[in-house]
């Protein structure tokens, strides 16, 4: 046994490695216990639109189960969000009318706005959708959400202002700010507990390649590896809670693309809406060409993404040349010669 | 001249100062006011699709018939120079740089609403068309360049080289495509869709969309919406990381137009209008400066006549008092010395006063040659 | 006794032999023309490409620069001395009138002749009165440069037909209509020049991005009629001083006798008009806000132009009228004619594009030059062919009782 030793040797690396990398996962797990081990700060909450005027009916805007605790660990520091500094609930000063504590910044305003001043003396407060809205800009999401951005829906609204075994007396007393603390932990539990993340349809569920010849002249039928994108977009965000929560449809992901063709294959055609168009169309100036709504999708993706390959002024990375074509170019180059 | 002659002549001055000023006048109440044509069409440059595969330059060479250049048009090193439109390149696509990263932006006429280069045309070869373009008739060029001075984009050029027809030459908007209903050469061929083409008015529209979709991706300007009276072509430019962090801020908005090349200081009147003061000024001195100039000749001209009588006032006046002295003299030298010495006193008298008459003769013609 | 001169032109048509004696000046006119014309040979089979630098980006040069502004500014001694004696009735400046009308003629003739070159379409000049712009600045500087070139030559025309009444008497009704109508045409004149020489300087209104903002302003066209007031005194000195030298021998004795006391009045009159020109350019400085633009390389040229060629002339000639200093008012002529060269190149070329990088900046071809003093130099020639032949710079004795 000449290279027993070495063997053995590499064996030992091998295994050493595999430990290495298995091994070390769950120690670097106590920043899990960290989640739990917090002061005393809530884990999850209710949110009620407080306003100054009475509200006996129990209607008005839906409160909204807010986890504190995983927002907490998501943020660089309390002032992020708390930005007076004080740890006081959101409710105390910006409420829905609004009032001079507040600076009369109302409480949808406070939740919401995406136009914030930066403040020059003190700390520039966020909102919700603001501090989300900067999340996309994330290169694994910033692909697609450089092209689309989120709808603005009622099941968009409904990720977060939803409470599951809400009463009208519940909003009137949380309004009041008589809800007890119990109840309020239970309303947030059982809505947390009842939260579920839509399916999103797999991969697999689509076509391996597909084969784009719509405009196939001067470079021959690009074949787009279809299963390939759609699994490194997935792969990307599998583990992603603001994704999982805010991609609510099955095809939300798809619909990216397939902004108007949800998967059946009885809706339109690319083509059908983007005309190769060799006429002005002053009807529609914002609508891309068939070849340009193609190459804003890709090349907008892989911008997004800081995807550097395939340069895209290099065409011949995607398209192969048509026969014509580098004929045409051979021609031309011996026309120069 | 009678009344009617006179009438006549009142009239038709006055249907040419009319003339002069009807394009103010149809804007109303002497203000250029947007749109002057409400369906001009306009393309809106969005450099924040542009990738600078120059084949807008291509499509153009191609559908105007222009010589083949040197470099091919896929040979993309040409961009790490900065060049300009010439007479056989009407559109040029330049690098520039944003916060390190490469942005593209095409050049070309931007075909003015009110363009200065009709304005200076001093034999009317410029013209703004209904449909938006700008258009130029060589067959009355003088080959002044005036033009070339008051386009504030540095945008037509001249064949130079040419000594029997040189022309000045710049983007046509492809108008004879449009005519045909179609596309111009280099939108026809942009395969980003950076070029859109439309009405200029929903051009703008669409711009607005753009830009507030996308608050992170677009400087909140459209340049040529009001620059330099308002464009066809109007450029939207990518925002400096920056001013996105701040992008609420606003101080700094626009610095990426001059980044791009694009001055953003014109103002927002056409560039013509500079000269309309001046211009206005004309007929007020044409009036004013003869009544001016001719009442100081009429002072002048009585002074020297007060001047003149006063002078052979006095003249006369010495005249006058020689004779009456000489007279007495005779009459003395006649009492004390008898007639004949008067008459002889009175001679000698008389030839003194010729010759120094003669003399002094002399003398006024000399000071009259002045 | 009234002239002391031999009239060159009293028994013959043609006085041409000063033109082929070997002197340096006439060897130099050779060199000069001869050249110029291979030049302008080049210039119009080749293209204006061929013997310019101009490109794009500048497409006014030395030709428009010089040859145009600095021309026309130059000639503005035909209506600043007609203006002076007939209109202010300063009748002993009579024998200045006919040589700064012929080289104000001379000076618009050229002027026309050198755009010529400028231009591509040269032989459609005439277009802009059928295709009138009226928007155009440059529409309103074509239309009173042709008008006053036109009054010009008819006021100047009385000098050649002086020359050939001799041989054809018929001229001599055209002399005494001119003559009769002199009021009317000064008038005219000073009408069209206010405009013309104001326009010059509205050329530039309409490329406020293009002219440094030291030189740029909306009072672009009065300064450069004020300017052009200057110039004209100062060219009719300054014009005077070299006739002084050359053609002395053509002077009688009335133009020598009142050479001398027009140098001083005039310096008297120009040296105020420095002043106000001044004044105007160091308020609309002010009034602009430019101080800021003051710090830097055109800072540098602007203070120069303004002191060393505005202020400084306007104390010279204070100082040379006063004490009747004639080599003072003569240097401060030339420092004038020097300083409106030195405005009109810096707003033409040397301000002008100053945002352009160095290398797309305009610098005159040897060619282009030589052009410009080919112009001159006929000028000078033709002025000399005038004097050599023409009453212009004594009275014929023929028509002593012209005034």
């Known amino acids: 046994m000449r290279n027993g030793t070495t063997l053995l040797l590499l064996a030992a690396i091998a295994v050493a490695g595999v430990a290495y990398l298995t091994l070390w996962e769950p120690s670097l797990a106590p920043a899990a216990p960290a989640l739990t081990s917090v002061s005393d700060a809530p884990s999850a909450m209710v949110i009620f639109p407080v306003g100054e005027k009475p509200n006996y009916e129990g209607v008005g805007m839906k409160p909204v189960v807010f986890n504190h605790l995983v927002h907490k660990n998501r943020v660089e520091n309390c002032e992020s969000c708390h930005h007076t500094g004080e740890t006081v609930a959101c409710t105390t000063c910006h409420t829905v009318e609004g009032n001079v504590k507040g600076k009369f910044v109302t409480l949808n305003q406070a939740m919401h706005t995406l136009r914030i001043l930066p403040q020059a003396d003190r700390n520039t407060p966020q909102s919700c959708v603001s501090c989300h809205t900067k999340q996309l800009q994330k290169p694994k999401c910033a692909g697609c959400h450089s092209i689309v951005k989120p709808t603005r829906s009622e099941i968009y609204c409904n990720v977060c202002h939803s409470v599951t075994g809400l009463t009208k007396a519940d909003i009137v007393d949380g309004i009041a700010g008589k809800l007890s603390d119990e109840r309020k932990a239970e309303l947030a539990a059982n809505t947390l507990k009842a939260r579920k993340n839509p399916v999103q349809l797999q991969p697999t569920d689509g076509p391996y390649k597909v084969m784009i010849d719509d405009i196939a002249d001067k470079y021959k039928a690009n074949m787009f590896a279809h299963r390939r994108h759609v699994n490194s977009l997935m792969g990307r965000i599998k583990d992603n809670a603001l994704a999982s929560a805010f991609h609510n449809q099955p095809t939300t992901l798809c619909s990216t693309c397939h902004h108007n063709r949800l998967l059946a294959s009885a809706s339109p055609k690319c083509g059908s809406c983007h005309s190769q168009r060799a006429n002005p169309d002053p009807a529609t100036p914002a609508r891309p060409q068939l070849k340009a709504a193609y190459h804003l999708q890709c090349m907008g993706c892989h911008k997004g993404m800081n995807v550097a390959r395939p340069l895209n002024i290099s065409c011949v990375t995607c398209h192969k040349e048509s026969e014509g074509q580098s004929v045409a170019r051979a021609a031309e180059k011996l026309g120069e010669k | 001249m009678n009344r009617r002659k006179f009438l006549a002549i009142l009239g038709s001055a006055g249907v040419a100062s009319a003339l002069g000023t009807s394009k103010v006048a149809k804007a109303g109440g002497g203000t250029h006011t947007w749109p002057y044509y409400e369906n001009s069409y306009g393309i809106l440059h969005d450099t924040t699709r542009c990738i600078g595969c120059r084949n807008c330059e291509e499509g153009c060479n191609k559908v105007n018939n222009l010589p083949k250049p040197d470099n091919p048009f896929n040979d993309l090193s040409v961009m790490n120079k900065s060049r300009r439109m010439t007479p056989t390149a009407w559109t040029v696509v330049n690098k520039y740089e944003l916060d390190g990263k490469p942005v593209f932006r095409k050049s070309q006429c931007f075909h003015c609403n009110d363009p200065a280069c009709a304005s200076a045309c001093f034999a009317k070869c410029f013209q703004k068309q209904p449909n938006g373009s700008v258009t130029y008739d060589d067959s009355q060029c003088v080959g002044c360049r005036y033009c070339m001075i008051a386009c504030p984009f540095y945008v037509p050029s001249f064949e130079y080289d040419d000594a029997w027809d040189p022309r000045v030459v710049k983007c046509t908007f492809c108008e004879l495509r449009l005519k045909e209903g179609k596309l111009p050469g280099c939108v026809e061929s942009c395969p980003m869709d950076a070029l859109t083409f439309g009405r200029r008015a929903d051009l703008i529209k669409v711009a607005r969309a753009r830009i507030k979709d996308n608050p992170d991706k677009y400087t909140d300007y459209i340049y040529g919406e009001w620059d330099a009276g308002g464009t066809a072509w109007m450029v939207l430019a990518p925002i400096a990381p920056d001013v996105a962090d701040k992008k609420h801020s606003r101080i700094e908005t626009g610095h990426e137009f001059k980044e791009l090349g694009l001055d953003t200081h014109l103002g927002n009147r056409p560039m013509g209008e500079l000269t309309y003061g001046a211009l206005g000024a004309v007929p007020m001195i044409v009036a004013f400066w003869p009544v001016l100039f001719g009442g100081a000749y009429a002072i002048s001209k009585r002074r020297e006549a007060i001047h003149m009588a006063e002078t052979e006032a006095i003249v006369r006046e010495t005249k006058e008092d020689v004779v009456n002295a000489m007279d007495a003299a005779v009459r003395k030298i006649a009492e004390t010395q008898g007639p004949g010495a008067a008459d002889a006193a009175c001679q000698a008298m008389a030839d003194a006063m010729k010759t120094r008459e003669e003399a002094c003769a002399h003398c006024g013609h000399h000071g009259e040659d002045k | ?403």
């Open chain 3, 1 to 403: 006794m009234a002239h002391n001169i031999v009239i060159p032109t009293k028994d013959k048509l043609f006085n041409l032999s000063e033109f082929f004696s070997f002197t340096k000046g006439n060897i130099l006119t050779a060199f000069i023309l001869g050249g110029g014309l291979i030049i302008t040979f080049i210039r119009f089979t080749q293209g204006i490409g061929s013997v310019t630098n101009l490109s794009d980006v500048q497409p006014w040069g030395m030709w428009i620069g010089f040859d145009l502004l600095c021309g026309v500014s130059l000639a503005a001694g035909g209506y600043f001395t007609t203006v002076a004696c007939y209109v202010m009735g300063m009748k002993h400046f009579h024998s200045a009138v006919r040589p700064a009308v012929t080289t104000a003629f001379l000076g618009y003739a050229f002027v026309v002749v050198a755009l010529l070159y400028d231009l591509g379409h040269w032989w459609r000049l005439p277009y802009m009165f059928f295709f009138p712009g009226t928007t155009s600045v440059l529409f309103e500087v074509g239309l009173c440069v042709a008008t006053y070139l036109t009054v010009l030559f008819v006021e100047f025309s009385v000098a050649p037909c002086e020359w050939l009444a001799a041989k054809f008497p018929i001229l001599l009704k055209w002399r005494t209509l001119v003559n009769r109508s002199t009021i009317i045409l000064t008038i005219f004149g000073v009408t069209l020049s206010t405009l013309h020489q104001s326009s010059l300087g509205s050329l530039y209104l309409i490329a406020p991005r293009k002219l440094y903002p030291l030189w740029y302003s909306p009072f672009l066209p009065m300064f450069f009629f004020v300017s052009s007031m200057a110039a004209g005194g100062s060219m009719v000195i300054f014009e005077g001083m070299l006739a002084h030298k050359s053609v002395h021998h053509y002077m009688d004795a009335t133009h020598l006798k009142e050479a001398d006391e027009l140098v001083f009045s005039f310096s008297k009159a120009v040296s105020f008009i420095l002043f106000a020109y001044f004044m105007i350019k160091l308020i609309d400085m002010l009034v602009q806000d430019n101080i800021s633009y003051l710090c830097s390389g055109y800072g540098a040229l602007w203070f120069l132009e303004i002191f060393g060629f505005v202020l400084l002339p306007a104390f010279l000639y204070a100082k040379g009228s006063r004490d009747r200093n004639l080599r003072l008012c003569r240097f401060a002529a030339a420092n004038t004619v020097a300083g409106i060269v030195f405005n009109r190149f810096n707003i033409s070329m040397i301000a002008y594009n100053y945002d352009l990088p160095s290398a797309e900046r305009y610098f005159p071809s040897i060619w282009e030059i030589w052009i410009s003093c080919f112009v001159v130099t006929l000028i000078v020639t033709v002025y000399r062919f005038i004097v050599y032949h023409m009453p212009v710079l004594y009275e014929h004795p023929n028509f002593q009782d012209a005034h």
